[in-house]
């Protein structure tokens, strides 16, 4: 038996019997013990290995929800107002207005000429997100300025709405005579409605994918892809992430198998099967997410299933309670109608699978809370963990009721940073702003709390993710909520041991100690001696995944 015993500036363990030590002795990728040398040496022959000796280690970070699509998005044209670093480590520069965004979209189709693509092939691109510009929406008439003969199809940040071009809308047989919900249409002047270009959610976006196919829209899930997310978590700390959307096709399912079965892919994935707005029978869902399950490694973990109930915030097609929208646009939409989403729900609990539901506003996380209480009450289930993602309206109250009912929550702190000036100004007002991602009030009441980025919507990263909730600050100083910061202590618990609790974990991951994988996350600057306000500014060296080294990337 081969024993390696690292020693360290100083081990993080979030164990709470032992907070910190001087040595970590790994064995067949697990942790064989935490102490000083004396204590571990007395486990018999080891190899000491200095290579951390002036690192701090902590539990390997893990993030509860996001994409893999955030390896793959940058086959894609960015879009994005903040500035973005890719996973080869080159940094994108945002656009910040309107018509910077066509300026780079007309010098894509120039390029995709100029190298003699089709001029049917879209172009497309991701990660634009119109609230940046002063309510400005886009419509046709900038996209058509960029191209008026190739179809452009552009993501938003959010996931949940797209823009196109005339040609796009012509492809798809957008007409004004299209009553899906979501297809926005001119209210006034000499486009009254017409189509604007703008979809909303799934059914309307869907009248595109099916003419581009989801590869070309949500990116392609390919080995290549997979390794890239990879490489970009090493950066970041992370060994364990989720992939929260996948319907886990034969396809799918080979791709990720093949990549997490190469050594040298540095992550461990939980994909997690897309059952949401009512598409998928409930019952051949649950038996495929089963059937899965014996086919788990070290490294893939079958058995999570996600749900979805409304919306978008900032895209306003979140379902918010009285009094709705700060700026009086509608309530939003309905991704899945609350009775399907019961019947769904208890299918999937009744099978034994544990549940993921995607709520933004206060009326989805209050419909969700009423059907996981009415399905619980007809069919209990000790130790379900059933969690709540994003959840960023969450008042006291509910979180009382979540804490009774066993519920999760993992809470979309990086929306303080992003949004929190949009929120306080234009979606949900001061009041409600101020307790957006409302962490202290889910740790006063009971709940198990995690945080998350929902990469690529946010860039991976939860040291960042979590000096949003320990600072709450944002891009005009605003702080929303003094009363909800968090302590730098228990942020980097939702950044671990909090997120292995909810994905049903922690037996194996989350903290450093006795039996459990060694998965390390190897950082230059300790996180419990920096000032708060530099916490996202910690830099990270790489990453131990099972006891295998990971360097990460130099940029």
Same mark, same amino acid.
């Given at each position: 038996?081969?024993?390696?015993?690292?020693?360290?500036?100083?081990?993080?363990?979030?164990?709470?019997?032992?907070?910190?030590?001087?040595?970590?002795?790994?064995?067949?990728?697990?942790?064989?013990?935490?102490?000083?040398?004396?204590?571990?040496?007395?486990?018999?022959?080891?190899?000491?290995?200095?290579?951390?000796?002036?690192?701090?280690?902590?539990?390997?970070? =893990?993030?509860?929800?996001?994409?893999?699509?955030?390896?793959?998005?940058?086959?894609?044209?960015?879009?994005?107002?903040?500035?973005?670093?890719?996973?080869?480590?080159?940094?994108?520069?945002?656009?910040?207005?309107?018509?910077?965004?066509?300026?780079?979209?007309?010098?894509?189709?120039?390029?995709?000429?100029?190298? #003699?693509?089709?001029?049917?092939?879209?172009?497309?691109?991701?990660?634009?997100?119109?609230?940046?510009?002063?309510?400005?929406?886009?419509?046709?008439?900038?996209?058509?300025?960029?191209?008026?003969?190739?179809?452009?199809?552009?993501?938003?940040?959010?996931?949940?709405?797209?823009?196109?071009?005339?040609?796009?809308?012509?492809?798809?047989?957008?007409?004004?005579?299209?009553?899906?919900?979501?297809?926005?249409?001119?209210?006034? @002047?000499?486009?009254?409605?017409?189509?604007?270009?703008?979809?909303?959610?799934?059914?309307?976006?869907? !009248?595109?994918?099916?003419?581009?196919?989801?590869?070309?829209?949500?990116?392609?899930?390919?080995?290549?892809?997979?390794?890239?997310?990879?490489?970009?978590?090493?950066?970041?700390?992370?060994?364990?992430?989720?992939?929260?959307?996948?319907?886990?096709?034969?396809?799918?399912?080979?791709?990720?198998?093949?990549?997490?079965?190469?050594?040298?892919?540095?992550?461990?994935?939980?994909?997690?099967?897309?059952?949401?707005?009512?598409?998928? @029978?409930?019952?051949?869902?649950?038996?495929?997410?089963?059937?899965?399950?014996?086919?788990?490694?070290?490294?893939?973990?079958?058995?999570?299933?996600?749900?979805?109930?409304?919306?978008?915030?900032?895209?306003?097609?979140?379902?918010?309670?009285?009094?709705?929208?700060?700026?009086?646009?509608?309530?939003?939409?309905?991704?899945?109608?609350?009775?399907?989403?019961?019947?769904?729900?208890?299918?999937?609990?009744?099978?034994?699978?544990? =549940?993921?539901?995607?709520?933004?506003?206060?009326?989805?996380?209050?419909?969700?809370?009423?059907?996981?209480?009415?399905?619980?009450?007809?069919?209990?289930?000790?130790?379900?963990?059933?969690?709540?993602?994003?959840?960023?309206?969450?008042?006291?109250?509910?979180?009382?009721?979540?804490?009774? !009912?066993?519920?999760?929550?993992?809470?979309?702190?990086?929306?303080?940073?992003?949004? @929190?000036?949009?929120?306080?100004?234009?979606?949900?007002?001061?009041?409600?702003?101020?307790?957006?991602?409302?962490?202290?009030?889910?740790?006063?009441?009971?709940?198990? !709390?995690?945080?998350?980025?929902?990469?690529?919507?946010?860039?991976?990263?939860? !040291?960042?993710?979590?000096?949003?909730?320990?600072?709450? =600050?944002?891009?005009? #100083?605003?702080?929303? #909520?003094?009363?909800?910061?968090?302590?730098?202590?228990?942020?980097?618990?939702?950044?671990?041991? @909090?997120?292995?609790?909810?994905?049903?974990?922690?037996?194996?991951?989350?903290?450093?100690?006795?039996?459990?994988?060694?998965?390390?996350?190897?950082?230059?600057?300790?996180?419990?001696?920096?000032?708060?306000?530099?916490?996202?500014?910690?830099?990270?060296?790489?990453?131990?995944?099972?006891?295998?080294?990971?360097?990460?990337?130099?940029?």
């Amino acid at each position: 038996m081969n024993t390696t015993i690292y020693p360290a500036r100083k081990i993080i363990t979030m164990n709470p019997m032992q907070p910190e030590a001087s040595h970590v002795a790994v064995r067949d990728g697990r942790v064989l013990g935490v102490g000083s040398l004396q204590e571990l040496a007395s486990w018999g022959p080891y190899t000491l290995n200095e290579q951390f000796k002036d690192k701090v280690l902590m539990p390997g970070l =893990i993030e509860g929800h996001c994409h893999l699509k955030e390896g793959s998005m940058w086959d894609m044209h960015y879009l994005g107002w903040f500035d973005r670093r890719d996973p080869q480590g080159k940094v994108w520069q945002g656009l910040r207005s309107m018509q910077a965004v066509v300026e780079r979209l007309t010098q894509v189709d120039a390029s995709m000429t100029a190298m #003699g693509k089709s001029p049917t092939e879209p172009l497309i691109a991701w990660g634009f997100d119109p609230i940046y510009f002063g309510g400005e929406r886009m419509t046709v008439d900038h996209l058509d300025r960029a191209s008026s003969t190739r179809p452009i199809v552009i993501a938003h940040a959010n996931g949940h709405l797209m823009n196109v071009n005339t040609v796009m809308l012509q492809l798809a047989e957008i007409t004004a005579e299209n009553e899906v919900e979501g297809v926005v249409k001119f209210s006034s @002047g000499s486009h009254a409605g017409q189509p604007t270009g703008e979809l909303q959610e799934p059914a309307a976006m869907f !009248l595109v994918i099916r003419k581009i196919g989801t590869a070309g829209l949500l990116a392609p899930m390919t080995e290549a892809g997979v390794k890239s997310f990879a490489s970009l978590a090493c950066m970041q700390g992370v060994t364990t992430a989720t992939d929260l959307v996948n319907k886990l096709t034969q396809q799918d399912c080979d791709v990720l198998e093949a990549a997490l079965a190469d050594d040298a892919c540095s992550i461990r994935i939980l994909p997690a099967f897309q059952a949401f707005h009512g598409t998928h @029978g409930a019952a051949l869902g649950a038996e495929h997410v089963k059937s899965l399950m014996p086919r788990n490694t070290d490294r893939l973990r079958y058995g999570l299933v996600k749900m979805m109930l409304d919306g978008s915030i900032q895209g306003f097609s979140a379902r918010l309670r009285w009094p709705g929208h700060f700026n009086g646009a509608p309530n939003g939409i309905w991704v899945t109608a609350p009775a399907q989403y019961e019947a769904d729900f208890e299918t999937y609990h009744q099978a034994g699978l544990q =549940i993921h539901t995607h709520t933004n506003g206060d009326e989805a996380s209050l419909a969700a809370v009423n059907a996981i209480e009415r399905v619980l009450t007809r069919s209990p289930q000790p130790d379900h963990r059933h969690t709540l993602q994003h959840g960023q309206m969450i008042d006291a109250p509910l979180f009382r009721r979540m804490a009774r !009912l066993g519920l999760c929550a993992n809470l979309f702190t990086n929306h303080l940073w992003y949004w @929190g000036d949009q929120h306080y100004e234009m979606t949900m007002g001061p009041d409600r702003a101020n307790r957006l991602d409302a962490c202290a009030s889910a740790l006063a009441a009971g709940v198990a !709390l995690a945080i998350h980025s929902d990469a690529p919507v946010t860039p991976l990263g939860p !040291l960042f993710t979590a000096w949003c909730a320990v600072n709450r =600050i944002t891009p005009k #100083g605003r702080i929303l #909520g003094q009363s909800e910061c968090i302590s730098v202590p228990q942020a980097l618990r939702a950044i671990t041991l @909090g997120a292995a609790w909810t994905l049903k974990l922690d037996h194996e991951i989350g903290s450093i100690e006795c039996g459990k994988r060694a998965d390390f996350c190897v950082l230059e600057d300790d996180p419990l001696s920096v000032e708060p306000a530099l916490l996202k500014d910690v830099r990270v060296w790489g990453t131990v995944l099972s006891g295998k080294v990971f360097e990460a990337r130099k940029v």
